[in-house]
């Protein structure tokens, strides 16, 4: 499996990828907004588009479709619930569906929803294509289309069986912005506040590739059971103990505000 990280370089500071066949070079890309960029780095690299993966219907994530289904032919996949936005879907895809990309690549679709109602993620081995549901160091807003409680529940249930060595490959490059969040709600996380320091002058398309054990370590919204972390997010004086769920909500709401 090959992995082409592409940086739009836009205000969204969206990510593009092609996730190609070793084997065949046959590719798939995921979530085209620049489709002129996606096909001039395929050609680079020697591969054909052969797929599209959206991971949700939102707009910059879907409007390099038409560009890159008119250059190859390729076809389009997403989760039925967002056809009406995509327009043009030739399979829909649902939790636990394989896409075979040439002879070598197999993608597991996980159902992701929360971020939007029709999300999903792609694994390829110890690779997950996160789209809009996790972040460097944060997650998926809600307020297009969305409902937080769902996206707590995809990250208790999904996210939480995935090792640490899994790769993040997300939608859009927020690290900074997110990881000084992480620092405010967590001031004693010192592994999140050495990682802010370093990457200072870092972002965009030099961003790092982090896993899920990095996330787990850094990411707010993975660490709801840390005392600091809920004990920041207040509560009712002699009120019980904050759940799992209850911190994390509190979480997205300060971070919509933040």
Known sequence: ????RIWVGNPGRNFNYLVACEATGN???VDPL???LCLATAARRGWRITHIVNTHEHND???GNAGVVAATGASVLAHSRAATRIGRIDREVGHGDTVAVGTSLQLEVLATPGHTLAHICLRAGDALLSGDTLFNA???KCSKGGDPATLYETFATVF???PDSVRVYPGHEYLRRNLSFAVDREPGNTRARRMLERIENIEGAAAPVLTLGDEREINVFLRVDSPEVAAGVGGAPGSAPATA????LALRRLRDRW
């Open 1 to 4: 499996m090959l992995i082409e």
């Open 27 to 29: 590719a798939v890309a």
């Open 34 to 36: 620049d489709a002129g």
């Open 61 to 63: 994530h879907i409007a």
């Open 138 to 140: 944060g997650v998926g």
């Open 160 to 162: 939480a069986a995935l």
């Open 245 to 248: 769920k209850e911190v994390f």
